[in-house]
């Protein structure tokens, strides 16, 4: 029998029993196989497509066909295109932890169901919120780089869930443990970058890669250029006295594309890990992470008075969010400001109970006069 026009059309091409469907969106005609010999079946396939299209979900053959793979090989693309410092670690991402679970899957296929396993396996493996959520960044950007193709490879994304993070900086370099940690080791390249990293809040590979060329000693002025940081913001500031000092010494001699962090032979400073490590167990603070003199320098700028807006602008931050995750009021900081309280409250307290004190001696002084003025005048002797 004839089907109505405008509902498809369901037919077998020449030589095979297998059964395709026809039909047509915005006029033009589209060919799928129902991979079945049964007509009740394949019009069940051909209601669903005609429901997709009146619906205006409807992808397509080919966009059901993308898999996960082929949006991964884009998103690598798109890190090495765009020269992005993190394209090792993307990589890594997607080949140890999302390839062995969305590899070979339909990008259809990618839902909320199977973004809660993903997740839900993660953490059995004791990965860090902060950890998924980067994977889940990842995946996320996969499947916009496929809807932002000519022509698109997917046409919607799943909804990703976002996990709370609690990984708020914790380390403070404190003076008194700061002189420890630049005494077990004199290298000068060493204490130039523990002081820099103290001053400024930058980090670590920011301070690696700099050449002489970005240090001018006369102006005493550092220079990070565009592009060579994390997040490709230029900045420049004055040196201190004592970085001043140190970096002096540091670029003696050297040639402008030279790095300014190197050891006694003349070597680049790569990894200095255990000389770290060393140095914090001299100093009392085996746990401190050299990314914490970045805390450092931000409360010591907000100690000095500096607007934090200035801060942020010499340390890196762009957003407010990520800045407030470095929690830059120590445990000290507060206890100051609670004794600073409680010195106002005494002094207060203080100036209470001496106003208090002076007026009862003015009170005592009144009662005292009126009763030298109430007693009677003394009668004169008489001659």
Known sequence: MRREKGSGSIYQR?????????????????????HTTNRIKAGNM???????????????????????????????????????KSLTDAETRWNQH??????GMRAIDVTSEQLARYVDKRQQEEAA???????????????????????????????????????????????????????????????????????????VSELLTMRVSQTDVAQKVIRLEPGT????????VLMTDTVHKLLSALVHGKAADDYVF?????????????????ACTHAGVPELLFHDLRRTGARNLRRAGVAEGIIMKIGGWRTRSVFERYAIVSRSDMNDAILKLQETENRVEQERLQAEAEQEQIRAQIGHN???????TAS???N
């Open 14 to 34: 020449k030589g095979s029993p297998v059964l395709w469907i026809k039909y047509h969106r915005h006029g033009r005609p589209f060919r799928e196989s129902t």
């Open 46 to 84: 051909l209601k669903t497509r005609l429901s997709e299209i009146n619906q205006g979900t409807f992808m397509g053959p080919q966009l059901e066909r993308t898999k996960v793979d082929e949006l991964a090989v884009m998103f690598v693309r798109d890190y090495r295109i765009n020269s992005r």
């Open 98 to 103: 999302l390839k062995p679970f969305f590899g």
């Open 129 to 203: 919120n902060a950890t998924i959520n980067r994977e889940l960044a990842a995946l996320k950007r996969m499947f916009r780089l496929g809807q932002q193709a000519t022509p698109p490879k997917v046409v919607r994304a799943p909804k990703f869930p976002k996990l709370a993070e609690n990984n708020i900086r914790k380390g403070f370099l404190e003076d008194g443990q700061y002189r420890k940690l630049i005494e077990y080791c004199s290298e000068l390249w060493f204490r130039s970058l523990v002081e820099c990293g103290r001053t400024y809040g930058w980090r």
């Open 229 to 236: 940081t994390k997040n490709r913001d230029g900045r420049e």
């Open 262 to 278: 190197t050891r006694a032979n003349g070597k680049p400073v790569r990894d200095f890990r255990v000389m770290w490590q060393n």
């Open 370 to 376: 009126e009763a030298i003025l109430a007693q009677p």
């Open 380 to 382: 004169k002797a008489v």
